[in-house]
């Protein structure tokens, strides 16, 4: 009997779309309520919390059973989904109370809140690429750079967000467009430094071929490259030149297309994981049938 074994790469299909665009949304949100605190733009707040809640319906719609969905806090010690649902819980709650405070007129209770919303903030930020780092077996989201890019990314989107919206809202912040440019770069360059750094491994050689060469290539390259690094800073470095309404035209496409770039990159990254075959797989038996024994003679005596 021969035995024969499968020993294929199989690719993430528990996370997907819907997870990636709740994890942007938990992202972004989060850093654009810091910004609104920053930049004395309570009106920012209100959608950075939208965003936040969003993210959370966009992952309940995926659930089974919504009704169930508290039993994901019951872990807190040892899950990062159970840590993550803490944060945005709290996030939501404080931030919340926070701009009603404001909008009811009671300073000496807002600002307190509107702080504790901040730091709540940071990991909420952090905790997609905390839960994708912890799932050890798909060796693409190990190591620190994954959490450090993907809060890089939150950051670039909030700030190029901010920066086009608070023009409308009739504030100015000079600043948010230098910050927006540093923000890109060095999310780029995080994104550059995970996939160089990260394990050259049967599962991450299949992972980089979807990304560069397959099926994922256009959703990457083009929509996580192009449109989400290069033409937001090329226009953000290059807008000065312009004047009249196009400023704000450009403003806000350069936001339109920074928010489907984030989109396309994280969907790419979380899509491409794939899961590495520590062991083969369970032994099949060969179809070809076992010899027939030799036939033992003895000699008559």
């Given at each position: 009997?021969s035995l024969?074994?499968?020993t294929?790469?199989?690719f993430?299909?528990?996370?997907?779309?819907?997870?990636?665009?709740?994890?942007?949304?938990?992202?972004?949100?989060?850093?654009?309520?810091?910004i609104?605190?920053f930049?004395?733009?309570?009106l920012?707040?209100?959608?950075?919390?939208?965003?936040?809640?969003?993210a959370?319906?966009?992952?309940?719609?995926h659930?089974?059973?919504?009704?169930?969905?508290w039993?994901?806090i019951?872990r807190?010690?040892?899950?990062?989904?159970?840590?993550g649902?803490?944060?945005?819980?709290?996030?939501?709650?404080?931030?919340?109370l926070s701009?009603?405070?404001?909008?009811?007129g009671?300073t000496?209770?807002?600002?307190?809140?509107a702080?504790?919303a901040?730091?709540?903030?940071?990991?909420v930020?952090?905790y997609?690429?905390?839960l994708?780092r912890?799932?050890?077996?798909?060796?693409l989201w190990?190591?620190?750079?994954?959490p450090?890019?993907?809060?890089?990314?939150?950051?670039?989107?909030?700030?190029?967000?901010?920066?086009a919206?608070?023009?409308?809202?009739?504030?100015a912040?000079?600043?948010?467009q230098?910050?927006?440019?540093?923000a890109?770069?060095?999310s780029?360059?995080?994104?550059?430094?995970?996939?160089?750094?990260?394990?050259?491994?049967?599962?991450?050689?299949?992972?980089?071929?979807?990304?560069f060469?397959?099926?994922?290539?256009?959703?990457?390259?083009?929509?996580?490259?192009?449109?989400?690094i290069?033409?937001?800073?090329v226009?953000?470095a290059?807008?000065?030149?312009f004047?009249?309404?196009i400023v704000?035209?450009?403003?806000l496409?350069v936001?339109?297309c920074?928010l489907?770039?984030?989109?396309?990159y994280?969907n790419?990254?979380?899509?491409?994981?794939?899961y590495?075959?520590?062991?083969?797989?369970?032994?099949?038996r060969s179809?070809?049938?076992?010899?027939?024994p030799?036939?033992?003679?003895?000699?008559?005596?």
């Amino acid at each position: 009997m021969s035995l024969k074994y499968q020993t294929g790469v199989r690719f993430n299909h528990h996370l997907g779309p819907q997870e990636t665009l709740s994890f942007m949304g938990e992202g972004v949100g989060a850093a654009l309520f810091a910004i609104a605190l920053f930049t004395d733009q309570p009106l920012l707040a209100g959608p950075g919390i939208l965003f936040v809640i969003g993210a959370v319906f966009a992952l309940l719609g995926h659930l089974g059973n919504p009704q169930r969905a508290w039993r994901a806090i019951t872990r807190i010690g040892t899950s990062w989904v159970s840590r993550g649902t803490l944060f945005i819980s709290i996030f939501i709650g404080v931030a919340t109370l926070s701009l009603v405070a404001g909008y009811l007129g009671m300073t000496a209770l807002q600002q307190p809140l509107a702080v504790a919303a901040l730091v709540v903030a940071v990991p909420v930020m952090g905790y997609a690429g905390m839960l994708l780092r912890s799932m050890r077996a798909v060796r693409l989201w190990r190591g620190p750079f994954v959490p450090l890019a993907f809060v890089a990314h939150s950051l670039a989107t909030a700030l190029i967000l901010a920066w086009a919206l608070i023009p409308l809202l009739g504030g100015a912040a000079a600043w948010l467009q230098p910050a927006a440019m540093v923000a890109l770069v060095a999310s780029a360059l995080l994104s550059v430094l995970h996939l160089l750094r990260a394990e050259r491994s049967e599962g991450v050689r299949a992972s980089f071929e979807r990304l560069f060469s397959g099926d994922l290539r256009t959703s990457f390259l083009v929509g996580g490259c192009v449109c989400g690094i290069v033409v937001p800073l090329v226009v953000t470095a290059v807008l000065s030149a312009f004047a009249g309404g196009i400023v704000m035209v450009l403003m806000l496409a350069v936001a339109l297309c920074r928010l489907y770039g984030d989109f396309a990159y994280r969907n790419a990254v979380v899509i491409a994981g794939a899961y590495e075959p520590v062991m083969p797989d369970w032994p099949m038996r060969s179809s070809t049938p076992p010899a027939a024994p030799v036939a033992c003679s003895t000699a008559a005596h």
